[in-house]
């Protein structure tokens, strides 16, 4: 049987000391630039990390979400912020561009990249291929069945993620640009 670890959001201090002390194994949060949740609330750059360094005193892993599409303009900016994460001592990087997904992965061979939910993974097909391409772990579609989910799971040799719980999205999973522009949230 697969090990199952509970990963829980941390959009600011408060909350990512909470979801810590309240039994998560894993935090994954964003800063202030280049995460799908912009206009919530996030870590910022200078307590990204305080924040590595509070979860890992306790033990649990933390996983940076960079999941936006980066114009050509951000990407040295996002990679900066990738170095940072990673001298810090991040777990994992969550990422929805392919571009900044392969530098990492070719530059940092030891840091896991994982795929978001942003990518919409919903097939095995498309899993292999972000195997492929080196990511550790994809964070599945959320409109997936539980037999689709084991199919994959049954199919890959990568890590597989799914979510437990609602979004406000209400269009397809990982389309949350659109969602906000129907919907006035999500991005």
Not at 62 to 81: C, R
Not at 93 to 98: P, T, V
Not at 135 to 155: D, G, M, Q, T, W
Request: proline share 2%; hydrophobic share 40%; with cysteine.
């Amino acid at each position: 049987m697969p090990e199952i670890e509970l990963l829980s959001p941390a959009g600011d201090f408060e909350c990512l000391k909470a979801a810590v002390q309240n039994g998560t194994n894993s935090v994954y949060f964003g800063v202030d630039k280049f995460n799908a949740r912009f206009y919530a609330t996030n870590l910022n750059s200078n307590s990204l990390k305080e924040a590595i360094l509070y979860c890992k005193l306790r033990n649990v892993k933390t996983h940076l979400a960079l999941n936006t599409l980066i114009k050509n303009s951000e990407f040295e900016d996002a990679v900066l912020l990738a170095k940072d994460a990673y001298e810090a001592g991040i777990d994992a990087i969550i990422l929805q561009d392919l571009g900044l997904a392969k530098y990492l992965i070719n530059h940092f061979p030891d840091l896991p990249i994982h795929a978001s939910t942003q990518m919409t993974a919903h097939n095995l097909q498309g899993v292999l291929e972000l195997e492929k391409l080196g990511f550790k772990r994809i964070v599945l579609a959320r409109e997936l069945s539980i037999s689709e989910i084991e199919y994959i799971c049954s199919n890959s040799h990568v890590e597989i993620e799914t979510f437990i719980h609602g979004a406000l999205c209400i269009c397809y999973s990982g389309q949350c640009l659109f969602s906000s522009v129907v919907g006035g949230r999500s991005r």
